[in-house]
Each structure stands twice: as structure tokens, then as C-alpha cells.
């Protein structure tokens, strides 16, 4: 039962370069959020989504995309990186179905350098 | 806007000692108060959670508290131990349906021998 994963776990990419990071779960959690830790900001959210092919955007939606065409995967694609993106990177899951279980369970996390 | 704001942002206790983390929030519409712990390298996890209608949640050596009027809760950790030590996360979550958490900016806990 892996859970929630996520690949790679680290990357190293250059500026203007297309990165995609992803996220899978086995839960059949319907909803799924993308987060980027910095120091002195704590998480962040990017975009989260609710169902297949339905997202939205979170605090720092800016220089990403996402797309969810399968309730398990949530990718996450930076469309030209840029160095201010060099982060950590955290996929979660929720299923907020059980009032009583509203946890978010988080992946690995995405170790990204963007030089 | 930091709806979230969490202090210390580093603390360091002696084993056996008590740990306190704070938060305050501002949107009294937020309805459900989880912290996260988290380990170097790993995802944060829940830790311990409560709800406004209550003034206290304790599990083992972990108690939340919670002042409804003065909007701020806190992180209490007993008989601190060094396996405590990582960065804690207080979050806010409003009921409106779109379930997203609003975090503070963690505190990196570190429990001495």
C-alpha cells in the first residue's frame, strides 16, 4: 500500500526548461493539493482539486500548471522555470467525504533546483 | 496576507521540558484547527487537531488549547522528548466546500539532552 508518491524525488533543471512533477495516490481521495515549502513561508498552495478534471487556483498559482484526468494522479508542470521556483515541492490527498477524518495526507516531497 | 501566524519560528527545550507553539488567525470563519508535524526530509503529517466548540484537546503527551475569543491556539508538548524534534505546522480550514488549508510558517522545534 504505497499511499501517496511522488517522482522524482529530486530534480535539478535549468531556467526556461519545462518541469513536471508527479503525484499518485491509491486512496481514491477525491480531492489532491500541490504545495511548495520555502523557509520563512511554510506551505504554500499552488493549485488543489477537487475531482478528476476539476482544479483551481491556491495562493501561488503563478508559472504553473496542473491537470487531473484521473482521480489517482495530480500533476504539477512548471512551464518555463524559473530560479524563484527552486523549492520543495509536497503533494496531499484528502477525502473530506468523513467530516470526522479532514486530513490531509502528503507525499515525499520534490526536491527542486532550478539553476 | 498571512491569515496564519505562528511564533516562535524556532525553539529549542531541554528534554522534559515543555514545548509551546502559537497561533493566531484573523477569519473567524475558519472552523477546524489541525497541526502537522514534520520530520527533515520527510511530508508533514497530522498531529493533533480540534474543533472551536471545545477549549482543549489532549493526546498523550500533545494538548492543543484554544481561545475562541482572543482567535489563537496553541501547540503543547509535554515531557518533551528528542524524538520531538522537527518542524511543527499550525493550519487553519474553513467549511466552504473547497476544503483547503491555510498554514502558518512552522516552527522548527529542538529538544536538547
Known amino acids: 500500500d504505497a499511499g501517496i508518491t511522488q517522482s522524482p524525488r529530486y530534480k535539478i533543471t535549468e531556467t526556461g526548461r519545462q518541469v513536471t512533477l508527479m503525484c499518485h495516490q491509491t486512496w481514491s481521495h477525491s480531492y489532491m493539493f500541490w504545495y511548495r515549502q520555502d523557509l520563512g513561508h511554510g506551505l504554500r498552495l499552488i493549485y488543489y482539486s477537487a475531482a478528476a478534471d476539476i482544479t483551481d487556483k491556491g495562493e501561488v498559482p503563478d508559472g504553473y500548471v496542473v491537470s487531473r484526468s484521473k482521480t489517482e494522479n495530480f500533476p504539477l508542470t512548471l512551464e518555463s522555470a524559473t530560479r524563484s521556483q527552486t523549492s520543495v515541492y509536497f503533494c496531499?490527498?484528502?477525502?473530506?467525504?468523513?467530516?470526522?477524518?479532514?486530513?490531509?495526507?502528503f507525499g515525499p516531497g520534490t526536491r527542486l533546483l532550478v539553476l | 496576507q498571512q491569515q496564519v501566524k505562528q511564533s516562535p519560528q524556532s525553539l529549542i527545550v531541554q528534554k522534559g521540558g515543555i514545548s509551546i507553539i502559537n497561533c493566531a488567525y484573523e477569519n473567524t470563519a475558519f472552523d477546524y484547527f489541525p497541526w502537522y508535524q514534520q520530520f527533515p526530509g520527510k511530508g508533514p503529517a497530522l498531529l493533533i487537531a480540534i474543533r472551536p466548540d471545545v477549549s482543549e484537546k489532549k493526546e498523550g503527551r500533545f494538548t492543543i488549547s484554544f481561545n475562541k475569543s482572543a482567535k489563537q491556539f496553541s501547540l503543547h508538548i509535554m515531557d518533551s522528548q528528542p524524538g520531538d524534534s522537527a518542524t511543527y505546522f499550525c493550519?487553519?480550514?474553513?467549511?466552504?466546500?473547497?476544503?483547503?488549508?491555510?498554514f502558518g510558517t512552522g516552527t522548527r522545534l529542538t529538544i536538547i539532552p
Open positions: 496531499a490527498s484528502s477525502d473530506f467525504s468523513d467530516r470526522s477524518q479532514e486530513t490531509q495526507y
Open positions: 493550519a487553519a480550514h474553513i467549511n466552504f466546500g473547497n476544503e483547503k488549508l491555510t
